[in-house]
């Protein structure tokens, strides 16, 4: 069993990244510029924006940062979304979800210019990606894409078992994985909670991804030998023996699977630190589509 080790991986990444940083201030030219904006005061939203304005400052990029009471309305919050989109010092932003209950999401991310959409999100980036053109991949597929390339995982003519069809994980993994490519040319079974006999298709599977978010759901039993394990699940769940008081939980059973994957991602430590990467390398993107 090998790790697929996002934490050493994304390190790699920054730092290519933050090269190149360099040298365009070497040669006199901006820097990529990213934004967030922050509607509310979640704690874990507000740790993910941190982190991101955080991994900008280590790589060098400028970044700036929008926090909204949450009281905001929709219209008011998607007229500071048109004022970025209008901003040529800005090459990308995000908006962090979940937004509040009030503010219909749907409408925010299409209020997003698509030049400027980093996650990913907009229905226009999310077309490109499924007709295979280039674009702004939404970031923890983008993560698990350049993992299994890196790794020099094979996809091709495997099949590919994908739990979950969220908007930003499953559903655009289970595109990816099928694209005409390397890493693609996977055959894929994309599984939810309406799927019948699910172990069916897992046991089948040369390669498993997990994106529900139900802690351990993947048990050793469900998977058969040498298979590839990526869990993006991250779930908090009680720990009284941490100072924290809970601990991270992926979707996988990671001590009894381990023993039967050829190569397995660990949760922390797996495809989160890449997710965080993805968000810079889309920032590049879109600071190289401006120039
Ligand atoms: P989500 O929007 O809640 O979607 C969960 C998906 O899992 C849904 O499609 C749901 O099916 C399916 N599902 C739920 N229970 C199931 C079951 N028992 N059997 C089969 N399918 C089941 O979640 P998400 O945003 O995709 O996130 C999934 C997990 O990944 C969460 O733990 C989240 O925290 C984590 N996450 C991690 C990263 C990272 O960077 N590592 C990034 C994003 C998310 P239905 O569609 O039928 O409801």
Redesign the pocket.
């Known amino acids: 069993m090998q790790i697929l080790d996002g934490i050493k991986l994304s390190k790699e990444i920054k730092q290519e990244i933050k090269l190149k940083v360099e040298s365009y201030k070497e040669q006199g030219k901006r820097v990529p510029h990213l934004g967030a904006i922050l509607v509310g005061n979640d704690g874990a939203s507000r740790t993910y924006v941190d982190n991101k304005i955080k991994d900008c400052n280590y790589v060098g990029f400028e970044s700036s940062e929008l926090i909204l009471e949450d009281t905001i309305t929709q219209e008011e919050l998607i007229a500071k979304i048109q004022e970025w989109n209008n901003d040529s010092n800005l090459d990308g932003f995000i908006v962090q979800l979940p937004l509040p209950k009030h503010i219909d999401q749907e409408a925010v991310i299409n209020a997003i210019d698509p030049n400027k959409d980093v996650d990913g999100f907009h229905p226009m980036n999310f077309g490109k990606m499924a007709l295979e053109m280039e674009t702004f991949l939404p ?2 597929p983008y ?1 698990i894409m350049e993992m299994l390339e890196r790794y020099k995982v094979p996809t091709a003519g495997k099949h590919t078992v994908v ?8 559903r655009p993994m289970s595109i990816l994985m099928s694209k005409n490519g390397n890493p693609g040319n996977s055959t894929v079974t994309l ?5 019948e006999d ?1 172990a069916k298709y897992t046991k089948e599977a040369d390669i498993v991804i997990t ?4 802690p351990e ?1 993947l048990k050793a039993d469900m998977i058969k030998d040498g298979a590839v394990i990526v869990d ?4 908090r769940v009680d720990d009284p023996t941490s100072p924290k008081g809970y601990k991270l939980a992926g ?1 996988v059973d990671f001590e009894n699977v381990k023993e039967k994957a050829s190569w397995i991602t660990p ?1 922390p430590g ?3 630190p ?3 990467a993805m968000l810079l390398k889309n920032t590049l993107l879109a600071y190289n589509k401006n120039n």
Not at 163 to 170: A, D, E, K
Not at 191 to 195: E, I, L, N, P, Q
Not at 211 to 214: D, H, S
């Open positions: 970031a923890t993560g739990i979950g069809r969220s908007r930003i994980v499953g599984t939810h909670s309406k799927t699910l994106a529900l978010g139900v759901f993006v699940g991250i779930t979707d949760v797996g495809v989160g890449m997710t965080r």
